[in-house]
């Protein structure tokens, strides 16, 4: 099954995706999107697209576990991606992913405009992965 993952952000939304049989995640694109409708409608593509039968959706919380407004926004997305896509949404916590995007992004050295093109497409990356191991 194709699973696309979305790292939300407010300004840029990283998406990446997995092959059928789930064994490699990888980037897909940043899109540059601040209105939710319309970044639904982009995101809706890219399932079309890969013939995606899910979506992961990274859910920011807090360190102690606890989720904010960031989370409650990421919800309120959920919805909106699943009645444009026809798909179901699943959640995934995204604790420390954009750190690890960062720390992969300086093992290659990626720097300046390049690497704030990317990381967010890296933090949904791992968001799959991290998706992919819980499953398996």
Do not use: W
């Amino acid at each position: 099954m194709v699973i696309i993952s979305v790292d939300y952000g407010d300004v840029r939304t990283g998406v990446a995706a997995c092959d059928k049989l789930q064994l490699l995640a990888s980037p897909v694109t940043v899109i540059k999107q601040k209105d939710p409708e319309l970044l639904s409608e982009e995101i809706k593509k890219i399932c079309l697209e890969k013939k995606a039968e899910k979506i992961v959706l990274g859910l920011p919380k807090n360190m102690d576990g606890s989720e904010g407004f960031r989370a409650e926004a990421c919800k309120e997305f959920a919805k909106l991606l699943s009645e444009k896509t026809g798909l179901s949404v699943d959640f995934q916590d995204e604790r420390l992913t954009t750190v690890s995007a960062h720390n992969i992004l300086n093992a290659t050295d990626t720097r300046g405009k390049k690497r704030k093109a990317v990381v967010d497409a890296v933090s949904a990356v791992l968001i799959l992965e991290d998706y992919l191991r819980k499953q398996n």
